[in-house]
């Protein structure tokens, strides 16, 4: 199906607050979007085609999947983006969920004390404030080239949603999966939305979601007011209402109301940078892990193997001891920079460096901790650059694929269960296995800790790559690969995105390994020690681009998924 921009979104002249001129000269061969799946992709090239920029089309592609990839596409959950203009201006939006107001860490308990961490995928105790809405209207509002009313960018997904569009191989194999399909199965609507038949939706039927067309109409319409107040409100909290009649008497309380989606607001951060191997690399500072993680990564391995030809066992034994002692940091002191003090310089300090460095040894150690080191989904990515040289890197999230599995009545989307992104105290691991401990804690209105890494890398007074990938923690360690194998080892992208990866998260202290390693190189990382677990396949679905100094575009959306990379059609 092909997708072209409704002929009463062309040029809004009256709204032109950037006029064309101070976008001129293009510098690159074409501008590229790479998303997970190709109707959304098409979208955004439509926008950047008819004189949009990067900021532009990567709200329409999110907009487009928020009806085409339900998985994660979304309008009742959260991402951050990362916006990089020509100028290497950086800006970087969270918007991600916030706790309730009425949240306590007692939303797990029954009247009887016992725990229920299950609640936290599936119930309204597991649902944050959704930030989508209330972050792409800010976007386009505060970094858009003020050619596209938000209106304008809503009408392709309001077209999709309505008229419907065919549903592919990865969505019907995805509603068949057990989880999923039980927390779906719990939501009335979600039943009927998605396994209409009493079977999951198949390849080709075409999903129709007239009640999403409503609510982004209204959201079109009326901005972020058009989702925070009126009927789409009232419609996600009698739907946590309905919900929450599975739950026992004494714990029906504290979920999203009226006040909290009132009171939302997305929120401007100041990016992290690093200067890397003659580049400059640019990511999301906290509630993300990413940013830190990823910089903590490229900074140890300059230190430990320098000369590295490629990525062979020694080299990812060296990352692997890496990201056991970033991501011990994470579980120790990262959290919502609102509620805690997140020590982001001294993470990123010669001297955190040193004793990470000192504490490294030729084989594995699974008994580090992060006081050893100090004193003291489902998700989505969408990478897009315009031919003018800007570039955004959004990545947004429902958490678990389809989120809570509640479909809101009459409003047609999907509930986050980001609350589970919270640490659950005692050791408690959430449905990625990550502990944590009071900075992550729950407490009202506060962001839960994120892995979300959106990044962008500058070469020479130009963007060189944007990329980033759905994934709970094996997020940051997937950007991370995909760098490495760029920057140091410079193999082409679609190679360095197709690689089979390695994720270690300090805790369990083994390191997860997906198919397609070499024999040799596991042998050696067992060699040395490593705990190599196969169970999960694969990790990270990396959306990225990468601009050759000529200026000539390329993008590689991973094999892993089944998402397009598309560039403007024009040169
Ligand atoms: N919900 C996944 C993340 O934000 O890390």
Known sequence: MKVELAASLLWAATACVAPPETLE???????????????????????????????????ATALALAVVYPQAGNLGGGGFALVVDAAGRARCLDFRECAPAGASGARVFDAEGVRHPDWLLWSPHAVGVPGSPAGLALLLEECGSGRFTLAQLCAPAIDLAE?????????????????????LLRSAAARERFYPRGA?????????????????????????????????????????ERAALALPEGSRVGWVTLDDLRGYRALWREPLRAEFRAREVISMPPPSSGGIIVLQTLALLERLAPSAKTFDAEYAHWAIEAW???????????????????????????????????????????????????????????????????????????????????????????????????ALGDGLRNQFGLVGGAANAIEPGKRPLSSMTPTVVRRAGRVELVLGSPGGPRIVTSVAQVLLRCLVFDEPLESAVRAPRLHQQWSPAETWIERGWPAEFVSELRGRGHELDERVQPFG?????????????????????GGAALGTRQR
């Not at 109707?39 to 008819?50: F, I, M, P, S």
């Not at 679905?541 to 998924?561: H, K, L, N, T, Y």
Request: aromatic share 6%; with cysteine.
């Open 200 to 240: 999951a939706l198949e390849r080709g039927d075409v999903l129709v979601q007239r009640d999403l067309a409503q609510t982004l109409r209204r959201y079109a319409n009326e901005g972020a007011a058009g989702f925070y107040g009126g009927a789409t409100a009232a419609s996600i909290v009698a739907e946590l």
């Open 163 to 183: 008229r419907g569009f065919a549903v592919d191989g990865e969505l019907h194999d995805d509603l068949c999966d057990k989880e999923d399909r039980a927390r």
């Open 324 to 422: 056991r002692r970033a991501f011990a940091e994470r579980a120790a002191v990262m959290g919502d920079p609102g509620f805690v003090e997140v020590p982001v310089d001294e993470l990123l300090s010669a001297r955190w460096l040193d004793r990470a460095h000192a504490s490294m040894q030729d084989r594995a150690t699974p008994e580090v901790q992060a006081s050893d080191l100090h004193e003291g989904s489902n998700t989505t990515h969408l990478s897009v650059v315009d031919a003018w040289g800007n570039a955004v890197a959004l990545t947004t999230t429902l958490n678990s694929s389809f989120g809570s599995g509640m479909l809101v009545e009459g409003a047609g989307f999907l509930l986050n269960n980001e609350l589970d992104d919270f």
């Open 25 to 59: 000269p293009r510098v690159l061969e074409r501008g590229m979007v790479v998303c997970e799946h190709e109707l959304a992709a098409q979208v955004g090239r439509t926008v950047l085609e008819q004189g949009g920029t990067a900021v532009d089309a990567a709200v």
């Open 541 to 561: 679905r990396v959306q990225a681009i990468r601009v050759s100094p000529d200026g000539s575009v390329e993008g590689a959306s991973d094999p892993r998924g």
